[in-house]
Structure formats: structure tokens, C-alpha cells
């Protein structure tokens, strides 16, 4: 089921995101967590698309195995760094086949060790090129359930590599007009951010269904890798004067605290969905549910 019809039905929608594992113990991990958190009936779920196309096998493998013995949509991830046009018409034309009808169209990162990699090898450099090519995969019948509903990744603190706000809604407004038909944001910790981000999109004339996209901290190292992961999280002032206070697994409750009280004001404040990164685990996203709803 594609997520406009989805989000059309209800809101807020409620998802999970998920990334392959790379050896059989985190394999189980995930299939337990995964059938831990079917039981709470997500609206759909994603599968991340590791940097330069490294988890390209266990991303799709993992893809079918929740499309085949779940009941949960699922949406892949799909990154262009380091592809050429014929693998990205050959990913696409598998999950086309396997019946998947939502992709989320990323630029994604290089992988380590390719830093000095050319990026003018590639036959697409941003994510905008991504969607239009996605946009005519649908535009001529290759997929005959009407297409893919592509999904964009959203910034509310703002896209780290455009740091002229003013530039940067008219660089994301081509990404949806190019052929977007929802967003799905960065992780963020202050609403406001993402109040204000909707706020600039309606003024730019975006009018897709925006997905919120939340993170329950677990520890403070955690909160430092994931910083570098997003490119420079932004942890406001009120959730660091608590940390403070605490250690140890106060920590995984204080963040389940705080996403709760996140989630419930997003919810008061109409936000289309919540997607929830799970980090392949089921306790604290469990908890999480059980807390807004």
C-alpha cells in the first residue's frame, strides 16, 4: 500500500525503521524485534540503504523477507552515491517485481575509504535526480500497481550542507517537484524545529504529507554517534540540563521520557506521522507506544 493512501486513511501514521543486519546474531535480533513490533500493527516500516550501495543485497534481502512473511508495508531505502543508471533501473525493477510500492529516494554518503571517490562518475548527484528518474520509471507503466509513491528525506534543523536557509527551500522544492510525493525527516529533539520546518514548506508551496522522524536516546555516547550520523543533531538545552543528572540506564528512560513528551506534542500538533528509528531493538520502542498511546 503506497503511504499517501496510508496517510490519507489515518494520521498520525505510525512506522519503524529497520537496517540489515551483517551477521546472523544480528539477524535474529532483528527478526525478534520485528515480530515484537508487528503486534502493535505499524503502518509501514523502512529498510536503510547502506553508504555507496554497501548493504545493496542485504537491504533488498531483508526488504522481501518482511514483504513475504509480514503484513507490514515496507518501504526501502535507496541511495544514489556511487551508482551508475542501469543499477539503479535493475534495484528498481526487482522491487517493482516483488511488489513494493513505496521507495525513499536519498542522495546517501560514500562509504569509508572512498573520500577522495569522483563523484562526476555517477549518473546521478543529488537526490532530485533520483526522484525524476524514479518519476519516469512510474510515468512508463513499469510498475504495474501504478507506481512507486516516492519518499524525500527532510532537514527541520536545516540540510548541513546548505547553510543559506534562504537557498535551501528552493533547492528542496525541486526535489518535490521533480517528483516527491511525501517527506520523512532527519531525527531532531526540539518540535519547534519541525514546526518551523513545516511552516517554510507550506510557504514554498509544499503540500505533501510530512513524516516525523524520531529518535529515543539510549546513552550519552550513543547521542555522539548519532550526531555524526545526522550531520550535527542539535540536543536542545532542557534534554542536556536532564542529562546531566543522570547515569547509566536512567539515561534509555529519560530519553524514552522525552521522545514520549515529543511524540504526544507532535500528535496535539498535527504532524501527518511519527517514524520511530528503532535501531534493530524492540524494548524501547515498545515502551515508547505504549507511552503516547
Known amino acids: ?22 551477521n546472523e546474531k544480528a539477524a535474529s535480533e ?82 569509508r575509504g572512498k ?16 526522484v525524476r528518474f524514479l518519476k519516469k520509471f512510474n510515468d512508463e507503466g513499469n510498475h504495474d500497481r501504478g507506481g512507486f509513491d516516492i519518499g524525500v528525506a527532510g532537514f527541520p534543523e536545516g540540510h548541513p550542507e546548505t547553510p543559506n536557509r534562504m537557498k535551501e527551500m528552493d533547492y528542496f522544492k525541486a526535489k518535490i517537484d521533480a517528483g516527491a510525493d511525501y517527506i520523512c525527516t532527519q531525527l531532531f529533539f526540539e518540535n519547534r524545529d519541525l514546526y518551523d520546518f513545516r511552516e517554510r514548506c507550506e510557504l514554498a508551496g509544499i503540500n505533501v504529507p ?29 534534554l542536556l540540563k536532564q542529562l546531566n543528572t543522570v547515569e547509566g540506564d536512567d539515561i534509555s528512560e529519560l530519553g524514552r521520557d522525552y521522545a514520549i513528551a515529543q511524540c504526544q506534542d507532535l500528535i496535539a500538533n498535527g504532524i501527518h506521522g511519527l517514524h520511530l528509528y528503532t535501531l534493530n531493538k524492540s524494548k524501547q520502542t515498545i515502551q515508547l507506544l505504549e507511552g503516547i498511546s
Open 1 to 22: 500500500m503506497k503511504i499517501t493512501e496510508i496517510v490519507k486513511k489515518k494520521t498520525p501514521t505510525i512506522s519503524f525503521e529497520f537496517f540489515p543486519p551483517r
Open 30 to 111: 532483528l527478526y525478534g524485534a520485528i515480530t515484537d513490533l508487528e503486534k502493535y500493527n505499524p503502518d509501514f516500516v523502512s529498510v536503510t540503504y547502506g553508504a555507496g550501495g554497501t548493504t545493496r543485497d542485504l537491504t533488498h534481502d531483508l526488504v522481501l523477507k518482511i514483504l513475504t512473511e509480514t503484513s507490514i508495508p515496507v518501504v526501502p531505502h535507496l541511495t544514489c552515491v556511487c551508482h551508475k543508471e542501469p543499477e539503479i533501473q535493475e534495484i528498481i525493477s526487482q522491487y517493482a517485481a516483488a511488489g513494493v510500492d513505496n521507495i525513499l529516494a536519498l542522495r546517501g554518503d560514500l562509504p
Open 115 to 130: 573520500e577522495d571517490y569522483d563523484r562526476n562518475q555517477d549518473d546521478f548527484f543529488y537526490a532530485e535526480d533520483l
Open 210 to 238: 510530512i513524516i516525523a522522524g524520531v529518535m529515543p536516546l539510549q546513552s550519552k555516547k550513543g547521542m555522539v554517534r548519532m550526531a555524526e550520523l545526522a550531520a550535527g543533531a542539535r540536543y536542545p538545552a532542557k
